[in-house]
């Protein structure tokens, strides 16, 4: 009896001191006057430009981090935290701006805003730009590593059939993007709000089974690296970080066209530091600022002018600059609704089910 | 009376515990299992339910829940009895229990390494001349790791069955003529059936709704109820469906817990039984 209780008295010595030593190291990281909270995937920032950001303006900047648009936007519904910056996807910027959860951006205080490409300005997620500003880009295609296959090309979504695939095929654990894939193969909108095509595009996902190794998340990017996959369907970026470390690898965004997705700056109704938080988005346009960035992340900027100062090898590569030509093929996710997303979600389950 | 006083005082962080974290999740769970998504009430998710989706999927989480709580026992069953024969039988029984200290996803991102078509396994087979397989993202390797998973938990309550069972009756059944066959089934068996009953419900019921390792492991090729309600939550924000999952799972746990506690002969391990 009386170890036990020594031994209750030592667990909750030891979890007194770690709650002391947290609250220290939180002390001056709450969100204030001189402080402005970023809320960004991970990984999505090079972290020199916050400490740059830091020395030239004096604010501090308080940075975490989500991994899925879903959980980040319950987090600031629930208030909490008060993030003064979020990059959210392009269909969820238009759900919290439903939601009323964003502020509107004032443009006096980002001159910047001009670097930005007007082609991915005033698009139909965001009219105006009254809350959002791009961050990032890129598309959905193919991955693969043709070292592993025997001479497999992926000019359209059809070759993902190919016999000899069987069991090689990664696909996302995602249903807007393995739906949408089916869908853009049959010559659909991966939009598509008719039950028929979308019932169509179902089976013929079915029909890809035995080609099909996995459906999974961002393991994914591990498995290319190791050559344990050969190909995967991934969003470029994703592409990007696999190629950056095993050299075979390669990326297709096949002809019948595909995603266009954006991440983009938002302020957040919970946001206290709002004139902070217009001069974290203007730095972070700045284009010496974006193209140091983006040579970081390795995904597509917006940000015309950074494009000068990159690398032309970079900005030259059609698999990660598509040109207009081929960006006409893409599309970008419409808010469906609660209501068809569901249908997507059931129907991708289905699949799923079907696949032994 | 003061004795009663007493025992009401001893009973408030019970019943507290039990209003809040147990009827007050279970209550709330069944509340917004009748709305919609536009925050109707409806008993539409209940009808959803009995689609060919959600019932195969019933099945299929039942199949493989089935399957793991099978293999988890034909391996725990003589493990524990071998470990009661030992000398040192509480630090064995340790050395089984302190994996399942380990958080649970860092051992799945270990197996992930483990079974890969480059990883030990594979390394294994090829120089037994069986030659590369594809272990992950199959059923074995699903079936597999959950065993991996679950086997303290199964071992743990065979083994203080069989430890409690009083080894003089096992020589009075030889005595009587029993051979060791007969003596495991009529005295064995039915003196520690309680502890298998218990590690059946550890097992069997968290199996059913397994989800990160379906995604892991069996790369989604095995769906559980599980992966259903995680879905629902997480990305079509349907609470509605996602509760009505939950109310069944909630029911299919208490028919469990019915089957394997019913019809009990006698009181365990002390010999009263027949």
């Known amino acids: 009896m009386k170890s036990i209780i020594n031994s209750a008295i030592l667990i909750l010595l030891i979890s007194g001191i770690l709650l002391f030593i947290n609250a220290k190291l939180n002390e001056g990281s709450k969100s204030g006057k001189g402080t402005v909270t970023v809320y960004n995937w991970g990984e999505y920032i090079d972290p020199d430009l916050i400490e740059q950001f830091e020395e030239e303006t004096g604010i501090k900047v308080v940075y975490e981090t989500f991994d899925s648009n879903e959980a980040m936007m319950s987090k600031i519904e629930q208030g909490g935290t008060s993030y003064d910056i979020s990059v959210p996807s392009e269909y969820m910027v238009e759900m919290m701006s439903e939601k009323d959860l964003l502020l509107p951006i004032d443009y006096s205080q980002i001159p910047n805003i001009e670097h930005i490409d007007p082609y991915f300005l005033d698009l139909a997620f965001d009219p105006g730009n009254q809350y959002s500003i791009p961050y990032f880009w890129g598309t959905v295609g193919i991955a693969f590593n043709p070292t592993l296959l025997e001479g497999q090309t992926f000019e359209s979504w059809d070759d993902l059939w190919d016999p000899s695939l069987k069991q090689q095929v990664i696909l996302v654990d995602g249903a807007r993007e393995t739906v949408g894939m089916a869908l853009n193969s049959l010559g659909h909108s991966l939009n598509s709000t008719d039950l028929g095509e979308l019932r169509e595009a179902i089976d013929k996902l079915k029909t890809l089974s035995p080609n099909v190794k996995a459906v999974i998340g961002d393991e994914v990017t591990q498995l290319m690296i190791n050559n344990e996959a050969a190909v995967s369907l991934t969003w470029s970026g994703q592409a990007a970080d696999m190629m950056y470390e095993n050299e075979d690898i390669d990326f297709v965004v096949p002809n019948e066209g595909s995603n266009l997705w954006f991440d983009n700056f938002v302020i957040p109704k919970t946001a206290k530091n709002i004139e902070g938080a217009h001069a974290f988005i203007n730095f972070m346009l700045d284009p010496e600022v974006a193209a140091q960035n983006a040579d970081y992340v390795g995904y597509s900027t917006p940000n015309l002018s950074a494009l000068d100062l990159m690398d032309p090898e970079v900005v030259e590569d059609e698999r990660f600059y598509p040109d207009e030509e081929t960006r006409s093929h893409l599309e970008v996710y419409k808010n469906l609704g609660l209501e068809l997303l569901g249908v997507y979600n059931e129907l991708f389950l289905e699949f799923k089910m079907d696949m032994r | ?274």
Request: aromatic share 16%; hydrophobic share 50%.
């Open chain 2, 1 to 274: 009376m003061n004795n009663n006083r007493l025992r009401s005082i001893y009973s408030i962080p019970y019943t507290a515990w039990i209003l809040l974290f147990v009827l007050a999740p279970i209550a709330l769970i069944v509340y917004y299992s009748f709305f919609d998504l536009t925050g109707n009430f409806t008993l539409s998710n209940y009808r959803n339910f009995f689609s060919s989706v959600y019932l195969t999927l019933t099945i299929s989480s039942f199949w493989y829940a089935f399957l793991i709580t099978f293999f988890s026992l034909l391996i725990a069953y003589p493990t524990a009895y071998l470990l009661t024969k030992t000398k040192h039988k509480h630090l064995w029984l340790l050395l089984i229990i302190i994996p399942s200290w380990i958080n649970l996803l860092l051992k799945t991102y270990a197996f992930i390494g483990l079974m890969g078509l480059y990883g030990p396994l594979n390394a294994f087979l090829e120089t037994i001349g069986i030659g590369k397989q594809q272990i992950l993202f199959t059923d074995f390797s699903f079936v597999f790791v959950s065993v991996y998973i679950f086997i303290p938990f199964m071992i743990l309550p065979i083994f203080n069955a069989l430890d409690k069972l009083n080894p003089t009756l096992i020589d009075a059944s030889r005595d009587l003529g029993a051979n060791s066959w007969t003596t495991f089934r009529r005295v064995i068996w039915p003196l520690t059936i309680n502890g298998v009953k218990s590690g059946i419900q550890v097992v069997f019921i968290p199996a059913l709704s397994l989800f990160m390792i379906t995604r892991l492991i069996a790369g989604n090729k095995v769906i559980t109820l599980g992966t259903a309600i995680e879905q629902q939550f997480l990305v079509t924000q349907n609470w509605g469906m996602g509760s009505t999952i939950a109310v069944f799972l909630i029911v299919f746990m208490f028919i469990i817990m019915l089957v394997t506690n019913g019809k009990e002969k006698g009181a365990s391990g002390n010999g009263t039984n027949r």
